[in-house]
Every structure is written in structure tokens, then in C-alpha cells.
């Protein structure tokens, strides 16, 4: 898994390094990077928002427009660290910027993730997009938290930060293309069950609902992580 991540990272670092020297040669600093992936993940709470306020509940290509920004705001988590190490411009206050702005970029991406939800109706899948937020803080705060009390937390676990936009994203554009393929009145049903057992909004909302368990756990295996190494000290 590790070497997987490392060559998508390497693979992915050799298509930015040329828009990295762009900037470094603009003047373009690391914090403006972070800070414009925060304005991208405000865009995509945004379409969130209209795609409950002016579309039909059973069309939900919107979403699929929301993946791919979603998606494109994560480029920028990669490119600020990218253009920091490159440029030699980080610092410990750029590492807490870009922690603290990379958590209200996600809340502000469940925000819209739980408006759209409760807007069409679907309220346990935003009670699971709710607890996958909690999930998704937690791990963050589990790992700033123990790495002060100098415990090394960044291999710990499967749900961070980068498989949690993925997930997301991804799961997002395919909900928005399978309601232009299978048609907006998709339905399997099981006689017993008051709702359907798959829908197309069960592209999004299934991947949230695993989001939700494996980014607590996640949080969880962190702490007992952390108890391992820590002891009674």
C-alpha cells in the first residue's frame, strides 16, 4: 500500500513540478496555495447547496460536479506541501496554517454534503455524513494531538486526509454519471425494506456510510496506537 501511494505521489508530483516553478518564479507562496484550496472547497459546499435548492431530488448529476471539485480543491493539499519543500519556504507556521485550514475546508465540505442530504430527504445518510465529519476531525485531531506528546502517527491508520477526498470525489462523480445512465427513477427494491435497497444516490451515500465507520476507526486505532507507546507516562 505504501509503495502504491508513493508512486502515485511521485506520479503526481512530476505533473505539478512544472506549475510549481510557475509559481515559485510568480511569487506565489504556500499559504496562498492553501488558502485558495479553501476558496475550492467553499465552491464545492456551494454547489452542494444549489444542487438541493434548484434540482429535482431525483436528479442527481449535480453531485457529479461536486466530486470533480472536490477533487481539484485536493490538488492543492498536495501542491502548497509541494511548493514548500521545493521552494524551501516551510516553516512551522505554514505546517499549522495548512493544518488548521485544511479542517475548515472539510467541514465546509460536509457542510454541503449534509445540506444537499437533508434538503432531498435522505436524513440517515446525513446522519452518516455527519458522523463521518466527526470521524474525519478526529483523526486529524488524534494524530496533532499524540505527535505533541512525540508520538509518530502518520502510517497509523487507513482513512486519512487524501483516501477521505478520494473517496468522496470519486464517489460523487460516479453517483452524477450513473443518474445520466441508469435514468433518475433507478430502483431495487425488496418487498419488506419501507425504502429502496439501491438507488442511484446510493453511488455517494454507501461510500459516506463506509467514510463514517473506517474514519472512526481509524481515529480509534490512532489512540490505541498512541496507549501502546505512551503507557501510564
Not at 488558502?35 to 449535480?62: C, P, Q, W, Y
Not at 514548500?84 to 519556504?89: C, H, M, N, Y
Not at 505546517?95 to 449534509?114: H, K, P, T, W
Request: net charge positive.
Amino acid at each position: 500500500m505504501a509503495n502504491w501511494k508513493s508512486a502515485g505521489q511521485a506520479l503526481v508530483y512530476s505533473w505539478m513540478d512544472p506549475f510549481v516553478k510557475w509559481c515559485i518564479r510568480v511569487g506565489i507562496t504556500p499559504n496562498m496555495i492553501t488558502f485558495f484550496g479553501l476558496l475550492v472547497n467553499i465552491t464545492a459546499a456551494a454547489v452542494f447547496i444549489f444542487g438541493a435548492e434548484k434540482k429535482d431530488r431525483s436528479d442527481h448529476r449535480i453531485l457529479g460536479l461536486a466530486g470533480a471539485v472536490i477533487l481539484f480543491a485536493g490538488l492543492f493539499d498536495m501542491l502548497d506541501g509541494r511548493l514548500a519543500r521545493v521552494a524551501r519556504q516551510d516553516s512551522k507556521y505554514g505546517a499549522l496554517f495548512d493544518s488548521v485550514l485544511d479542517r475548515y475546508s472539510e467541514m465546509f465540505m460536509f457542510l454541503g454534503i449534509c445540506y444537499y442530504l437533508i434538503a432531498n430527504h435522505y436524513f440517515l445518510s446525513s446522519l452518516f455524513a455527519f458522523i463521518a465529519m466527526i470521524g474525519s476531525i478526529m483523526v486529524s485531531y488524534t494524530r496533532a494531538r499524540a505527535e505533541g506528546l512525540g508520538v509518530k502517527m502518520a502510517d497509523v491508520g487507513f482513512m486519512q486526509r487524501p483516501e477521505r477526498i478520494l473517496l468522496i470525489g470519486i464517489s460523487a462523480i460516479l453517483c452524477g454519471l450513473m443518474s445520466g445512465v441508469l435514468g433518475n427513477d433507478f430502483k431495487i427494491s425488496v418487498g419488506w425494506l419501507p425504502f429502496p435497497l439501491i438507488e442511484v444516490i446510493s453511488f455517494f451515500t454507501f461510500p459516506i456510510f463506509v467514510l463514517a465507520v473506517l474514519a472512526n476507526v481509524t481515529a480509534v486505532s490512532r489512540m490505541k496506537h498512541a496507549e501502546k507507546l505512551l503507557g501510564n507516562s
